[in-house]
C-alpha cells in the first residue's frame, strides 16, 4: 500500500468520521482519480510536437497518455476536426497515490 493511502485510511477517515459523525466509513471524501492534460498548440504546424509532448507526459505520469483529436474546425485556430491538439491521462489507484505523493 502506498504510504498516502495508508495515511488516508488509518488517520484522515477515523479522524473525519469523528468530526462529521459520520456513519460509515464509505460517506467520506475519497480521492477517485487524476487527470492530467496538456494541449499542444504548436501541433497544428509541428507534428513532432506530439510526440515530444507524449513523451513528456508518459515521464511525468509514468503512463502512456491518450492522444486527444479536436472535436470542432476552428478556423481562427487553424485547426480541422480530428486532428491531434493535445494529450490526456488518467491516474487511478496506486499510481494516483504515488504521484501525489511526489
Known amino acids: 500500500m502506498v504510504r498516502l493511502q ?3 485510511q488509518e488517520n484522515v477517515v477515523p479522524s473525519l468520521m469523528e468530526q462529521f459523525k459520520y456513519s460509515s466509513a464509505m460517506q467520506v471524501p475519497r480521492l ?3 487527470t492530467l492534460n496538456m494541449g499542444v498548440g504548436e501541433a497544428v504546424a509541428d507534428k513532432k510536437a506530439m510526440e515530444a509532448a ?3 507526459l508518459t515521464k511525468i505520469a509514468g503512463q502512456k497518455p491518450i492522444v486527444t483529436n479536436a472535436r ?3 478556423a481562427a ?5 480530428g486532428w491531434p491538439i493535445g494529450c490526456k491521462v488518467t491516474l487511478r489507484r496506486d499510481r494516483m497515490y504515488e504521484f501525489l505523493d511526489r
Open 32 to 34: 477517485t482519480k487524476i
Open 54 to 56: 507524449v513523451e513528456d
Open 77 to 81: 485556430f487553424k485547426i480541422r476536426e
Open 6 to 8: 495508508a495515511h488516508y
Open 72 to 74: 470542432k474546425s476552428v
